[in-house]
């Protein structure tokens, strides 16, 4: 990957400052397990699961990440929430990297990045009540007199739409939706800029969704908290974003803003996975089925990641990665990293 | 078109929870025609899988009673008939997809060894031709390296080679009737569309009717010919699918068709969106 000047790179935003900006990001597995011979697999060694992703997320913006079970956009998320250790690049929030922080430095920076995570279940502690969950990140980093941290922490679980009379209760006595509105609110009782959050709402039913959803706008709208919203679920994704990234087997193949993503996808990629959503009306054209199967993260494919699978395939996908550029007639908002629009 | 395969009169599920019965299904009847996809749409706990399981004999007996005036399948009435002779029928003329692929394969037999069993049970043929026969079905759901498939345990494929063998194994014996859990909420999107196209080019092939449980209304609109809406145990509407997106009887379907989730603006095709090099 040669350097490019800034402006070139992934990312929605070029003339606004970012809030988090992701450059050239790599995430290697080289863990025995995921790598020993199997079949179709031998000779492989480690398994790059995010290669070289540049990504920007604004501030008071939901930026949301989306691809298929196995793209890399849970790698990519707990890299940035450095719960996972990252191979090369940086990450830069509000233009620090948080790859290069100390360990002080480190803990002060998080109190403003926030996580999310898909199954509240597993991310809340069976042994903590709500209160005393609500409370720990205000004791961890200090804030506020003790005295008025309960108070800070019945506030934010006012923020979610939650009564505080659940406040002694325990994971298990609410419902899916209530948890994962306390996972919500434990993310937001450290006032943080970002909440990383890891498809919060695929656990859920539709209308514990629909209400998450809302509220997830509405704390964006009030409290100019920005996000980054991974998800595989293509409507919940167009109710939600302001821009959205696609991933396919660790990279991302397109980033644009939400709307213009919906109307006018260029990746052939994105078109496939538009096309693929049934959509709830008899009339409308059926789904169209891509053929084969994604490559295996462990024996990538030379040239570009999706070649092939690509009903579009031109002379060099084959052999040559395709750089990233705009699609024709779209904004400077609009990346597309195919081979179809490269000339 | 129009013959029921599956006629189900009046069908109840009572479920014992302590000392307390609880009306699952209640009086449920339908047809489902020779070749038809008929959807059975409904929220979680509205009763669409006990139906399935009744229907099937797999409700045991120990957690609660079925009850109905008359299943029947190609003139056998299941609702009398004993284990020994539902054993003979599923897999055969009934059979069965269930949502969680990983559950429904044994994870310590090879793919094969699972699938072959279904032909060497039913149509009682030799090792050599299951194998070939079970070849044949895996390449008929897309699959292009059958022989590594057949020799793979679950755990080695991905969650839509598992859930292809599956429907390879439930379309086996070519069932007149096939009834499909959530097939394919637990896959991926694209992987949804594939598995789709290649279950309804195999069942229109063989001429096996689809009973299609689903909450998605996307897949009721885009594979199913008829639709049943289901709420508490009991089938408000019976429709056509045209019918019940243009105008829905029942309050209840209005309801659900409100709170539809799907991409707000299809995308434009291909051509309108791509590139002229």
């Known amino acids: 990957m040669s350097a490019a000047p800034d402006r070139q790179l992934g990312g929605v935003s070029d003339d606004t400052a970012a809030l988090l900006s992701v450059r050239r990001l790599v995430v290697r597995y080289s863990d025995d397990v995921a790598t020993r011979p199997g079949p179709g697999r031998r000779g492989a060694r480690g398994v790059t699961a995010v290669r070289s992703v540049n990504l920007d997320v604004e501030p008071g913006r939901i930026h949301a990440l989306v691809g298929e079970s196995g793209s890399g956009k849970t790698s990519l998320a707990r890299a940035i929430l450095r719960l996972l250790p990252v191979e090369s690049g940086q990450l830069l929030f509000r233009g620090q990297d948080l790859l290069r922080m100390n360990a002080g430095q480190l803990r002060r920076a998080r109190r403003h990045i926030q996580a999310v995570f898909q199954d509240p279940q597993a991310s809340l502690s069976p042994r903590r009540s709500v209160l005393q969950t609500l409370r720990e990140p205000l004791d961890h980093f200090r804030l506020g007199p003790a005295a008025g941290r309960a108070e800070r922490a019945m506030a934010a679980l006012e923020a979610v739409g939650l009564d505080t009379e659940l406040r002694y209760r325990y994971p298990h006595e609410l419902s899916g939706g209530q948890r994962q509105r306390v996972a919500l609110a434990r993310a937001l009782v450290s006032e943080p800029e970002l909440i990383v959050a890891d498809e919060p709402v695929s656990s859920l039913d539709a209308s514990a969704q629909a209400r998450i959803i809302d509220l997830i706008r509405e704390l964006r709208e009030t409290r100019g908290l920005a996000f980054l919203f991974v998800s595989h679920d293509l409507s919940v994704v167009q109710r939600l974003a302001d821009s959205v990234s696609v991933m396919y087997l660790g990279e991302l193949v397109e980033t644009a803003p939400a709307a213009e993503l919906f109307a006018r996808p260029a990746h052939p990629y994105t078109r496939a996975l538009l096309a693929s959503v049934p959509v709830p009306d008899p009339g409308h054209p059926p789904p169209v089925a891509l053929i084969g199967e994604p490559s295996s993260a462990l024996t990538p494919p030379t040239g570009c990641v999706f070649h092939m699978r690509c009903p579009e395939r031109i002379e060099p996908c084959a052999t040559r990665a395709p750089g990233e550029t705009c699609p024709r007639g779209a904004g400077t908002h609009h990346r597309v990293k195919c081979h179809l629009w490269n000339n | ?277």
């Open chain 2, 1 to 277: 078109m129009s013959t029921p395969v599956l006629s189900v009169q009046e069908l109840s599920v009572t479920l014992r929870l302590g000392r307390q019965m609880l009306t699952v299904v209640d009086g449920v009847s339908f047809d489902l025609r020779a070749g038809e996809v008929l959807a059975l749409v409904g929220e979680s706990g509205c009763g669409k899988t006990k139906t399935a399981e009744a229907l099937l004999g797999l409700v045991p007996p120990g957690l609660g009673s079925v009850r109905a005036k008359r299943i029947d399948l190609g003139g056998k009435d299941l609702a009398v008939l004993g284990e020994p002779a539902m054993r003979r029928i599923r897999g055969r003329e009934i059979s069965m997809v269930f949502q969680e692929p990983l559950t429904a394969l044994d994870p310590v037999f090879r793919a094969g060894q699972q699938l072959a069993s279904v032909l060497r049970r039913h149509l009682r043929c030799g090792r050599t031709e299951a194998r070939a026969a079970s070849l044949d079905m895996l390449r008929r759901v897309g699959i292009a390296d059958p022989e590594r498939v057949l020799d793979s345990y679950p755990h080695e494929l991905s969650g839509g080679m598992r859930q292809r063998v599956i429907i390879a194994t439930a379309m086996a014996c070519r069932p007149r009737v096939l009834i499909a859990d959530e097939p394919t909420t637990a896959l991926d999107v694209t992987t949804q569309a594939q598995v789709l196209a290649q279950l309804t080019a195999l069942t229109r092939e063989s001429g096996t009717a689809i009973l299609l449980i689903t909450h998605d209304l996307g897949l009721v609109a885009q594979y199913s010919d008829r639709a049943l809406v289901m709420r508490r145990g009991r089938i408000v509407e019976d429709t056509l699918v045209g019918e019940l997106f243009r105008k829905p009887g029942h309050p209840y379907t209005a309801e659900l068709l409100a709170t539809a989730v799907g991409l707000a603006r299809p995308p434009a095709g291909r051509d309108a969106a791509g590139p002229t090099p």
